[in-house]
């Protein structure tokens, strides 16, 4: 039991949350000292009207009331702006503060201000700490009875419950409510039964109410912020190892460059554009032997973590079985046999593979699925190489892939991409598309690899704009120089 009441009365805290209640904390003093400036409104006001003669407090106590009121205000609202708002304690003396502001107020003003002993009870919520709602309701509750024996007193209430005023009679008490009901002829113990039973009971009743109210929604506040935090904390976790992922992948594709420094035959560069921290798409390119080079490019179904899981098998598979010899064609029905020999996420890839013969320039290629290269000869202009496109790997057992050639002349340059490239999209809707891309490359069609994929890239990037963009996009150009002499 004991420890039950400790943890009811807890003030909500640990080191991984400290900073995100402190934060909440200082934002609830904000709400507060605009609480405390209405109030302050309001007290000037009660004054102005009781003055014109709308309510009927005599002057003397009306000027208590607000210079005390004022006072009240005046104080916790200078340390606010003192500390900028960021103290922990201010709560504390802000809340309690208002607390006897609208005490007073209650007093004098009874059936006037009926809801105004709420405001605190709410406002200490906001804290989301269920000990301080607790405490504050504690006070409110006191208050309350405090505050309804006061405007017996001096105050204004309804005796319309009382069977001798008639129906809507607002009295105010000038002489003490005893001597009030005895000019009234009332009898005076029962009258005051009524009051308690009319009157605060009732009153006590809701007020019970509001504050269980307002506890639950500070006790609810509390998890909420710690669920976030658990969120945050998983989030931030999540990003952590997508980061990590992130570097694994890029460090599994070749991104060195130059690529071959010792190599004048040829030059290649290649640049990989994830939607996501991680992603389906990748290229390789790697000598087979000191004549051969092989270039591959592909992109996997799907998006984020499983695709780029994907993409890092088949992509181990594509260059091990590369290395061990063959044609284009053989290879990828060796790694189409593999893949869909345990393929239970039932995902494919679009491969292109190409062996190029260094001191010919001739290429063997074989598409899986793949979208057409592009191939800058003769010093023209790029234009699509339309292969015949084999089915994709990992989508059915048993495919036979075929082998095609084209030859690379000196200054010849070669291009792959992904279909991220002619299916980004604008605001619009519209797509990037082919034409577009063949005039972003024709920008310079004579460039190094690395200039025609960067005027490619902004061809893209100025078609756009701000769209968010949901595909991967992968590029890939090879230059072929010479025949090494």
């Known amino acids: 039991m004991r420890e039950k009441l400790k943890s009811y009365f807890q003030i909500y805290e640990s080191e991984d949350t400290r900073k995100i209640f402190e934060k909440n904390e200082f934002q609830s003093n904000r709400l507060v000292s605009i609480v405390m400036i209405e109030s ?145 002829g009332a009898d005076t113990s029962a009258s005051l039964s009524r009051v308690m039973l009319g009157n605060f009971f009732p009153r006590l009743l809701i007020f019970m109410i509001i504050d269980m109210i307002a506890v639950l929604i500070a006790e609810h506040g509390h998890n909420m912020v710690l669920e976030q935090s658990e969120i945050s904390k ?71 973590v499983p695709a780029a899981l994907f993409m890092m098998a088949t992509k181990i598979l594509v260059k091990e079985r590369t290395l061990m010899g063959g044609t284009p064609a053989e290879i990828l029905e060796f790694v189409n046999e593999r893949i869909c020999s345990n393929n239970e996420a039932e995902m494919f890839v679009t491969v292109w593979l190409g062996i190029l013969e260094i001191n010919t320039g001739k290429v063997i290629a074989a598409n899986a699925g793949h979208e057409y290269p592009l191939i800058y000869k003769n010093g023209d202009k790029f234009e699509l190489i339309h292969d015949k496109h084999g089915f994709v790997i990992g989508g059915m057992d048993g495919i036979r892939y075929k082998n095609y050639e084209f030859k690379l002349d000196e200054g010849d340059t070669l291009f792959l991409y992904t279909d991220g490239v002619t299916e980004a999209n604008n605001e619009d809707e519209e797509l990037f598309g082919v034409e577009r891309m063949l005039n972003s490359a024709n920008t310079n069609p004579n460039a190094d690899p690395e200039e025609i994929i960067k005027n490619i890239k902004n061809g893209i990037d100025s078609f756009v704009g701000n769209t968010e963009r949901f595909d991967d996009f992968t590029m890939l150009c090879l230059k072929y120089q010479k025949s090494k002499s």
């Open 234 to 304: 998983a989030s931030s976790i999540v990003k952590a190892e997508l980061n990590t992922a992130n570097q694994i992948q890029n460090s599994m594709v070749p991104n060195i460059f130059p690529a071959f420094p010792d190599r004048d035959e040829f030059e290649v560069y290649a640049k990989m554009y994830t939607a996501k921290e991680v992603g389906g798409d990748f290229y390789d390119y790697f000598l087979v032997d000191d004549n051969h080079l092989a270039l591959v490019i592909a992109d996997v179904s799907g998006k984020g």
């Open 40 to 184: 302050a409104i309001i007290l000037v006001i009660a004054w102005i009207l009781n003055m014109l003669g709308i309510f009927e407090i005599e002057a003397h106590r009306m000027n208590i009331l607000v210079i005390q009121g004022l006072l009240e205000i005046a104080v916790p609202y200078t340390l606010y702006k003192f500390f900028n708002g960021q103290k922990r304690w201010l709560k504390y003396v802000m809340v309690i503060a208002l607390l006897l502001v609208c005490t007073r107020l209650y007093s004098i003003l009874n059936y006037n201000v009926i809801l105004i002993m709420v405001i605190p009870i709410f406002l200490s919520s906001r804290y989301f700490s269920k000990g301080f709602t607790v405490i504050i309701s504690a006070i409110s509750m006191l208050s309350l009875g405090i505050a309804t024996v006061a405007t017996v007193f001096y105050g204004i209430i309804d005796l319309n419950f009382l069977p001798s005023p008639a129906d809507g009679t607002v009295i105010t008490v000038k002489n003490g409510l005893r001597a009030t009901l005895t000019a009234l």
